[in-house]
């Protein structure tokens, strides 16, 4: 199924490498303006580099998927400049909902996982919500 790139993906810089059901990869270069006071590339940077490529994963199936939680866990900082990888894959689907998990590296280091659950609803991508 062919997603578009929606504006907040464009707005990121980031770009969709692969997708197919149940997986996708999303890389970006982290550009200056994405870090915090620390200097070092902002959480919310790299939790939305992750749901992007879970977006792409869970609804390239065909079927439109919501989130209903993502977990993250950050494991290393990120510098600014360097690119960035988010690979999601589905491990588990069962009736209406899927589980996946989301790896967020960056020159082979793990800079966060996710845990995250979508919902399932009997409607192609892109369809109205309501």
């Not at 200097?39 to 919310?44: F, I, L, T, Y």
């Not at 020159?107 to 995250?116: F, K, N, Q, R, T």
């Amino acid at each position: 199924m062919n997603l578009p790139l929606d504006e907040y993906t464009k707005l990121l810089g980031a770009e969709v490498h692969e997708v197919k059901p149940g997986y996708a990869v999303v890389k970006a270069r982290a550009p200056d303006s994405a870090c915090n006071f620390n200097g070092v590339v902002h959480g919310g940077y790299i939790f939305s580099l992750a749901d992007i490529a879970f977006a792409y994963a869970s609804n390239a199936g065909g079927r439109m998927a919501l989130a209903l939680d993502m977990y993250i866990s950050y494991r290393k900082a990120l510098k600014p400049g360097k690119l960035v990888e988010a690979v999601a894959r589905e491990v588990q689907r069962s009736g209406r909902t899927a589980l996946y998990t989301i790896e967020v590296c960056s020159e082979g280091e793990l800079i966060a996982y996710v845990s995250a659950t979508v919902y399932l609803l009997d409607k192609e991508p892109g369809a109205p919500c309501n």
